[in-house]
């Protein structure tokens, strides 16, 4: 289940106006309406041309969440920001601010009390503040809209999912520019050497998708430690921290690691796999870490589609060589069946995808496992369609990678990151 915040304006029999002004209403989370009367909320005027209105909730959907039975006290240092203690399960439609509440709450940022909120603040889903703008550092200041000495209208930003930067893998080349796939992430295990070993993919502030082979030591088969794992992210080059980006680039520790249930160490079936990061990773202040887009429509086989697969793993079969920098080649998306193409003694399921050349060259390696395959669809968007898992040797004509197939298991995706909100 995700948590979302989902704005519901119930119509009678008025039609829903589509204008070219329409977004002048959609930020505020509302809909044109030809009718003032079919509004159950807030009417505004002008957002929506002359002759339709940009109806808005009621503005008790946007107000701040009140803090449950196990969240009871609030320290001051949420307080002075206008906040309030909620469980990470509970709803908060301004901003969460982790480490200022005790255990597990978060400060649920909201009106401070010596601000008198306005509704010119709140329809913009913002909240007034006093004093210091670091408490809007992830949002913009709107000024005039609230009432009070140094009290400001916060509009918290809202992460998008899926836009890369800028316009290997066996076959491919070098990403261009640096962290051209926010996503991407390594890992390493302490002690077992300076390289990543396997990638995954950012999906939200909290959870990493990946391979569940790549959560076990392969010399004893035992289930990593949560202490053992860290989390490579906003990298490139993972031989020198010349090109890291200060207080972005860095190793995450790991709080949690799940594996799907049906996954055995000795075969390749239902290989994913979730990584719960020990802290939310900000998706909204730099461009080098984003998540990558869900799926929307689980019945989509992507076949025909062109892939996009990427990661720091071997280039040559007979160097075993990992490349320093992050390298990415283009693969065609195979019918469910394969093409009818078997993949060494493995029976390709309905939850794997295939994807690869005819001819061979193009492949992920080792090193790729866990790692994203995407596919450009809305708004040059990138969508997360696979998880390398395996394959037979590397490029090889006639013997396509093999990727879990994400459509296959979002539910099981959304079971089990129920705390964590989503970017789209």
Not at 19 to 25: E, K, P, R, S, Y
Not at 90 to 111: F, N
Not at 203 to 211: E, G, K, Q
């Amino acid at each position: 289940m995700l948590l979302l915040l989902i704005h519901t304006v119930v119509l009678t029999t008025a039609t829903l106006v589509t204008t070219a002004q329409v977004n002048l209403c959609q930020p505020l989370a509302g809909e044109c309406v030809s009718e003032r009367r079919s509004c159950r909320g807030t009417s505004l005027e002008f957002f929506c041309g002359r002759s339709a209105y940009c109806c808005l909730p009621p503005v008790s959907r946007l107000a701040v969440a009140k803090s449950d039975k196990s969240c009871k006290k609030t320290p001051r240092r949420c307080t002075n920001r206008g906040g309030k203690c909620v469980s990470p399960s509970s709803p908060c439609y301004t901003r969460r601010a982790r480490k200022l509440c005790p255990g597990s709450c978060d400060c649920c940022l909201g009106d401070h009390k010596n601000c008198d909120t306005t509704p010119a603040c709140r329809l913009l889903g913002g909240f007034c503040f006093k004093g210091n703008k670091k408490v809007c550092r992830h949002g913009s200041v709107v000024p005039g809209r609230c009432e009070g000495r140094d009290c400001y209208c916060c509009v918290p930003d809202k992460c998008s999912c899926g836009k890369a930067n800028g316009n290997r893998i066996v076959g491919g080349w070098m990403t261009t520019p640096n962290n051209k796939y926010p996503w991407l992430v390594g890992f390493k295990v302490m002690n077992y050497g300076e390289n990543y070993f396997c990638g995954g993919t950012i999906i939200s502030p909290h959870y990493i998708l990946t391979a569940a082979h790549c959560l076990f030591n392969p010399y004893n088969g035992n289930m990593f430690k949560t202490n053992a794992l860290k989390v490579g992210v906003g990298d490139h080059n993972q031989a020198t921290t010349d090109d890291d980006i200060p207080r972005v680039t860095r190793l995450v520790d790991v709080k949690k690691i799940i594996v799907h249930e049906g996954y055995s160490l000795f075969q390749n079936y239902h290989d994913i796999g979730l990584v719960r990061l020990a802290e939310a990773l900000d998706l909204v202040s730099h461009t080098q870490v984003r998540a990558a887009c869900l799926p929307k429509a689980p019945e989509n086989t992507y076949e025909g589609a062109m892939g996009v697969v990427y990661g720091w793993g071997i280039m040559h079969t007979d160097a075993l060589e990992q490349p320093d920098e992050v390298r990415e080649v283009v693969v065609p998306i195979l019918n469910p069946k394969c093409d009818g193409k078997s993949v060494g003694q493995m029976k390709i399921t309905s939850n794997m995808l295939c994807a690869g050349e005819e001819d061979g060259g193009k492949d992920t390696c080792l090193g790729d496992s866990g790692g994203p395959l995407t596919v450009e669809e809305r708004d040059r968007h990138h969508t997360l369609v696979g998880v390398t898992s395996f394959g037979s040797g590397c490029g090889n004509p006639d013997s396509p990678g093999v990727y879990t197939r994400v459509t296959a298991y979002l539910d099981w995706v959304h079971a089990n990151t129920k705390d964590s909100e989503f970017c789209y």
